[in-house]
């Protein structure tokens, strides 16, 4: 398997799958899922994909069915899977941002701290991470598996207590629930098996896709923008633009106009282009990025 010229790159099939296509696609790579297989097309020779659980994805890629794949950091601790880990990608299922596993109870409930729920029933899909980090506080809970629907095993009366993922905290508060503690923080780890990183090929191949997602990281909620000014209006137009390092600032053929050019927060678009257009900036562009490296 180690002398083809390709790898076998795992990509996550559920919750993350969509956020992470769309981040392959900013990236360069155009993949195409079919519902009827689980090997998904891809525009690149070198590579060839197929699909798989997030919770799944570190025992595939540390048997060496998969060289490499993308999962969460939290099915690698849970599973404390023996897997290079190439990089921490900042995203999770519906944002470009870090998850979190939260303790929380029914909002009505008497317990306030981790400790107070010593000798009740703690349910979760995260079972071996959550046991270990109640042992670590000297609180026994018995910790049951969650196959789902986990925050109404409170409302249910199945738990006590629920350690479950969320980002905004909001589908935890839907369902009357109240945090008391963060568990962890997770977000998405490419990862790949030992045996492949130590081939020269496939390891270069893995540094690729990780240099090119993480740009495409970078570049999720900037934009370009490129516009025109006179010289001699140059330097207040100037002081406006926030930039990486400093913008790029170039004269135009046999005049005394510049073209400067920026990158900038697509948040502050909207109220900017005005300021720079009252400062004497003509010719404004505004043009999405795909990766900033």
Known sequence: MSGERK???????????????DLFTRAGWHINVSSRNYFPDIDDPEISCSLAKAREMAHYVTDGTLDAGLTGKDWCVEYESRVVVVDDFLYSKASYRPARWVLAVAGDSPYR?????????????????????????????DVIFSWGATEG??????????????????????????????????????????????????????????LLLKGALK????????????????????????SLNAPTVAHLYQTDWLSVETVVSDSVVRELIPRLMERGAEGIIEYPLNKVI
């Open 113 to 141: 701290r981790p400790e107070d729920l010593s000798g009740k029933k703690v349910a979760t899909e995260l079972v071996e991470v959550t046991r270990r980090w109640f042992k670590e506080r000297g609180v026994e809970v």
């Open 153 to 210: 095993k409170v409302v249910s009366g199945l738990a006590d207590a629920v350690v479950e993922v969320t980002e905004t905290g909001s589908t935890i508060r839907a369902h009357g629930l109240r945090i008391i503690s963060e568990v962890m923080q997770t977000s998405t780890q490419l990862i790949a098996n030992p045996a492949a990183w130590e081939d020269d090929f496939k390891r270069n191949k893995i540094r690729q896709i990780a």
């Open 219 to 242: 570049a999720y909620g900037l934009v370009g923008l490129k516009l025109n000014v006179r010289e001699r209006d140059a330097g207040q137009v100037i002081d406006l633009l926030p």
């Open 7 to 21: 790898i076998m790159l795992g990509l996550p099939k559920g919750s993350l799958e969509k956020t992470t296509l």
